[in-house]
């Protein structure tokens, strides 16, 4: 049984756990927390519910103060590939449930259909939008035969939710090998601005200030409103959110979200302040950003531990703390160690960049001498030197990438096999 002292990720935990068919106990979770949050919350408490839902034999001990947990993981069975519902709560967001959720599912007996409900967009996890567009985008990058797509029946904020998706995912034998480290150039901007329960309008003066951005950049920006008219409006929240995707020309996507965050003042959720940050946040996304963007760096980099045994190579930008706990986890869990080298196109690519800026700006020195010299009739070697830029900007460089690579664990889908 594997020990873990006040960990920040369960949900990490657990699906390497399930798939390595290895016990887990958990001590001191939150024990030490000076915000009065101690323990398991009830929104991870609902996580272990749908683990149990969707395994046939697994079994949770929780202690009186929830601070230990004790995890026998069992067989993935997806429910057998019958339909079911789940209800997440209104807590956290439902792709909080679903990332870790598909991991486990594409190592099913069978295939997993279920309906999910609570919120659909907040200000914590990513939308169901930027999972369904971007994260599934990158999940099919592993070669993944079969339906394998996400439906928003309803939108739902906080703090009521009532929002609804179907979420569909195959079985698969195994994982291929993945290689995600080409450069590629931006060629347009998608995005949903969604609502419920408020004026139309506001979703327009959203969409108005992000295109006020990005209109300085390119002309190929294209952003819709989806607002959501049904539902009870009792039991329903108001709320309204934007989920932005940068599309490049070799297939990768970058996205972010922002959404109504109500302990902030008024001033901050005003529709043009939402939508002046988010385009900004996605601009910092791309500037920072590999392959991958910061909020799928984790899914990716499990998938390719356990995917088949090859090498699998991912460009990647700013790490962020998640990414190194569930590291750290994966290889507590199967042994896999990731290799981190310096991602030697970029770095090619920034000094031809660097040696073209330089020759041009001594062609524009020597016309600008030259200019001179014919202005004043006669060649004068006082002249003043000219700014060296390189000198103003020393210490200012690009952000660099990396290339994260490893061996894949060649993890076989054991449920699958019937004796």
Do not use: W
């Amino acid at each position: 049984m594997i020990k873990f002292s006040d960990p920040t990720n369960i949900r990490q935990i657990i699906v390497c756990s399930t798939i390595s068919e290895r016990p887990v106990l958990i001590e001191n979770y939150r024990a030490f927390e000076k915000t009065g949050i101690q323990g398991i919350q009830q929104y991870e408490v609902k996580f272990l519910r749908l683990v149990e839902r969707i395994s046939s034999g697994a079994k949770f001990q929780i202690s009186k103060n929830g601070t230990a947990i004790k995890y026998y993981p069992g067989i993935i069975t997806n429910n057998e590939g019958v339909d079911f519902e789940f209800d997440c709560g209104e807590e956290r967001c439902i792709t909080y449930f679903l990332e870790p959720l598909t991991i486990l599912a594409l190592f099913g007996k069978s295939k997993l259909s279920i309906k999910l409900k609570g919120v659909t967009n907040d200000e914590i996890d990513m939308s169901v939008d930027t999972f369904s567009n971007c994260t599934l985008h990158l999940i099919r990058k592993f070669q993944i035969e079969g339906e394998l797509f996400l439906k928003v029946n309803k939108r739902g904020f906080k703090p009521n939710g009532q929002g609804e998706v179907i979420f569909k995912v195959p079985f698969v034998k195994f994982l291929r090998s993945i290689k995600l480290k080409q450069q590629g150039k931006i060629k347009r901007i998608r995005g949903v601005c969604s609502g419920a329960r408020v004026n139309p309008s506001i979703l327009n003066r959203i969409i108005t200030s992000a295109r006020g951005i990005f209109n300085d950049y390119l002309p190929d920006v294209y952003i819709y409103s989806d607002f959501y008219k049904g539902g009870n409006k009792e039991n329903s929240s108001a709320g309204y959110s934007i989920s932005l995707i940068a599309e490049y020309n070799n297939g990768q996507l970058v996205s972010i979200d922002e959404c109504l965050d109500e302990s902030h003042p008024p001033a901050y959720n005003l529709p043009e302040a939402l939508g002046e940050r988010a385009a900004l946040a996605l601009l910092d996304e791309i500037l920072y950003t590999g392959f991958v963007d910061s909020s799928n760096q984790s899914i990716v980099l499990t998938l390719m531990a356990l995917s088949e045994r090859k090498i699998s190579s991912v460009r990647l930008g700013r790490i962020t703390p998640y990414t190194v706990e569930n590291l750290k986890i994966i290889q507590q869990f199967l042994g896999i160690t990731f290799k981190i080298e310096a991602d030697e196109e970029a770095e090619d690519d920034e000094e031809q960049e660097q040696n073209q800026q330089k020759m041009q700006e001594e062609d524009d020195d020597e016309s600008e001498n030259i200019g001179k010299r014919k202005q004043s009739g006669a060649e004068d070697d006082s002249l003043e030197p000219e700014i060296d830029l390189d000198e103003q900007l020393d210490g200012i460089t690009k952000p660099t990438t990396v290339i994260f690579s490893c061996l894949g664990s060649g993890l076989q889908n054991i449920s699958r096999i019937v004796k």
